[in-house]
Each structure stands twice: as C-alpha cells, then as structure tokens.
Nanobody, 122 residues
Framework: QVQLVESGGGLVQAGGSLRLSCTAS????????MGWFRQVPGKEREFVAT????????YYADSVKGRFTISRDNAKNTVYLQMNSLKPEDTAVYYC???????????????WGQGTQVTVSS
C-alpha cells in the first residue's frame, strides 16, 4: 500500500511557474514508476507526465512538452512536477499516481493522491 500526498498547487498568472510535489509513504517508493495527471471539471482525467523508477526515463503529453519537467528523489520518496510558462488551459486539479509500469495509461496506475488545484489566470 502506498499513500500519496500532493502539495504546491495555487494561483499563478499566465507565464508564471509552479512546482508540485508528491510525497509517498512507505519504503517501496523506488519500486514504482510515477505519473502526473490532471482533470478539469466535466472532463476526463488526462495524462501529463511519467517518470521511470530510477528517474532515467521521462515521457510527456504533447500539451506540456518543453514547459513541464517531471523528476524524482527516491531518497525523499518524492516526485516533482516543475511547471513553467503556464497557460490558462493548464488550470486543473493535478494528481500524482504510482504504477508498477512506466506508462501513460491511467488504468495502469494503482495508487492516487487526493489532488492539488492549479489555477492559471490570464
């Protein structure tokens, strides 16, 4: 069992930056690939980024490529999402999730955080 807690969301102006953090409980963090997803009310949750267990591989949705960076610190049981050049369309609740697989497929993720709100004003 893994419990995930996100933090770092908030309100930012377009063009600004935020860094989200997701801290996991337990000693098995390094055995999971980690992902970030986001959801806007009334829409399906969508993939944002994923990182492999060691952190050597990353993969991004086209909509955030070049602006967002996913990273992890296995010693701190934490995964990060650095978000730069934010746009109003990035406004959403952001969720971190853990999976045994390095994948962008939502149903492959077994554990989810509670989400953190990111709002980008124009």
């Amino acid at each position: 069992q893994v419990q995930l807690v996100e933090s770092g969301g908030g309100l930012v102006q377009a063009g600004g930056s935020l860094r989200l953090s997701c801290t996991a409980s337990g000693r098995t963090f390094s055995t999971y690939a980690m992902g970030w997803f986001r959801q806007v009310p009334g829409k399906e949750r969508e993939f944002v980024a994923t990182i492999s267990r060691s952190g050597s591989r990353t993969y991004y949705a086209d909509s955030v490529k070049g602006r967002f960076t996913i990273s992890r610190d296995n010693a701190k049981n934490t995964v990060y999402l650095q978000m730069n050049s934010l746009k109003p369309e990035d406004t959403a609740v952001y969720y971190c999730a853990a999976s045994y697989y390095y994948t962008e497929v939502e149903r492959e993720y077994d554990y989810w955080g509670q989400g953190t709100q990111v709002t980008v004003s124009s």
